[in-house]
């Protein structure tokens, strides 16, 4: 009895998580004119199925395959940048006494609550003046922003963990500070700093207020922004078997990384929040 | 002086008692590893707020930027009288209070579910990060898609609807279609960080409480809930926080139509689409001042349910 209501909360937590995954993938193989006229409404493409054209079409559509560029050359650049400023401020937060330890933390927290959109007046303004505007550095500065306090929470709670007394240990026996650094403390590290810059790409690459606003063109338009004004042949209408091929595969890192990585992300979300 | 700032390596038990020496070069060591993370934090947050502060005494249109003159407060009265603003206050309350109370509910039985099961866990694990990561404006769509009368799912599944139902054309139905895809896409965040603080509620606790007759009832509400409430109070500040900055979806799935507009939104569009920086900076400020308020309401409240509960216990 017990174990029956547990199959039906799995399946339920299976098709909650995966039914409008598995909607906009069928919508993708549907063809525009059925989707457009409504021909064939039902769950699956039956009669509509246009196997790869729609992913032909936005593979060819110049503007969409620069978004994917801007996007990943942003997400990739925010993160690592952001991960290297995150694990200094992380290791002197987790290992030295100093005042205004809690500050740093308040400020982080503070961000991490920080109405986004205010800051879209100012910014917009501003990066137009300093010449930021529609540039990768104008998006990679924000994003590294508000991935900072992710990234510190989550590595501050890591960095506690670790047996510092190793390093010592390790001296003793004759290691070099510098190899004791190397082969004992950056292995323990390592899954910590690497969990933060997973969470801090998560971030970056689904971002939109910024994606929008900072940017008029194909020059750093993201993909999140870059759906949003994607308008196929027909103005008026929405190609909604166009856009649901664009979003799939925008989807895709996403569930590449969630597949090799879904271990460290869960303890990384987790280790912020609570241990925190 | 210089000699003792210290590498972080030879810090150490072992060696002669702290000097107040030791406590500085570690200070100063900690200063410098923080420095550039608060100022990057600032840089982007503390300096354009205080811009937008400014600019908001402004009239300052971008489409006559050399008009710009100093209207004191009319920006903040112009607001704070329209109604405009506080329906759009009122329906991003809404947003944020019916969204986190239904991720509330459905995160904890994922969570359940997560605790108690023994197989297909790297499964659960790799489903329910999908939702997570999806990109916000990628659920828009897919739900958007799905509840459009045309070519939609919904409206088939389900038994009391009519086909031709349009979603889209009033305000409930659309709000409830956005909060359909805010829920989807962020109860897996909820649920993960419950689940969390379900793993830290001991075993041996709730056994006593089955040994001396409490239902499953009662061990929820006495026993499991009050414990893991820290994770429950972290799972709500930032969910509901999260939700009163509501806009993707709203941007991609209605636009702003049929009423359905948040705060965030009416900032964006007084700024991006109607270029009144001077009033966009005015309700950048507004916002800004009510996510502070709805932080220290959420706060204030779990104080006092802690209060209350360190009361019954």
Known sequence: MKKTGLVVGVAAVL?????????????????????????????????????????????????????????????????????????????????????????????????????????????????????????????????????????????????????????????????????????????LAAPGVFTAAILTFFFAWNDFVFGITLTSTENARPIPAALSFFVGPDPFQRPAGLLAAAAVIATIPIVVIVLLFQRKIVAGLTSGAVKG | MTSTVATPATKGGRQAPETSDRAKAESRLAAKLVAPALVVMLVVTAFPILRALWLSFYNYSLTAPEDKEFVGLSNYLTALTDGLFWRDIGMTVIYMVVTVGVELVIGFIFAMVMHRVIFARGVIRTSILIPYGIITVVSGFAWQFAFTYQNGFVNGWLPFIDDQFNWFGDTVPAVIAIMVSEIWKTTPFMSLLLLAGLAQVSDDMIEAAKVDGATWWQRLWKVIIPNMRAAIMVAVLFRALDAYRIFDNIFVMTNGAVNTESISFLTYRQTIEQFQLGMGSALAVLLFLSVLLVAFIIVKLFRVDLAQARGEG
């Open chain 1, 15 to 187: 098709v909650w998580c995966l039914l409008p995954v598995a909607w906009i993938v069928s919508l993708s193989f549907k063809s525009q004119d059925a989707v457009s006229n409504g021909t064939d409404p039902g769950f699956l493409p039956l009669d509509s199925f246009t196997g790869w054209d729609n992913y032909q079409a936005v593979w060819d559509d110049e503007q969409f395959r620069r978004a994917i560029l801007n996007s990943l050359g942003i997400s990739l650049i925010a993160t690592l940048l952001s991960v290297i400023i995150a694990t200094l401020a992380a290791y002197a937060i987790a290992r030295l006494e100093f005042r205004g330890k809690k500050f740093v933390l308040t400020v982080a927290l503070a961000i991490a609550m920080f109405p986004v959109v205010s800051l879209v007046s100012p910014l917009f303004d501003l990066w137009r003046t300093i010449g930021l505007y529609d540039t990768w550095p104008g998006l990679i500065i924000p994003y590294m922003s508000f991935t900072l306090p992710l990234a510190i929470w989550t590595l501050s709670a890591f960095f506690r963990e670790i047996p510092w007394e190793m390093e010592q240990a390790a001296q003793v026996d004759g290691a070099t500070s510098w190899q004791a650094f190397r082969k004992v403390i950056v292995p």
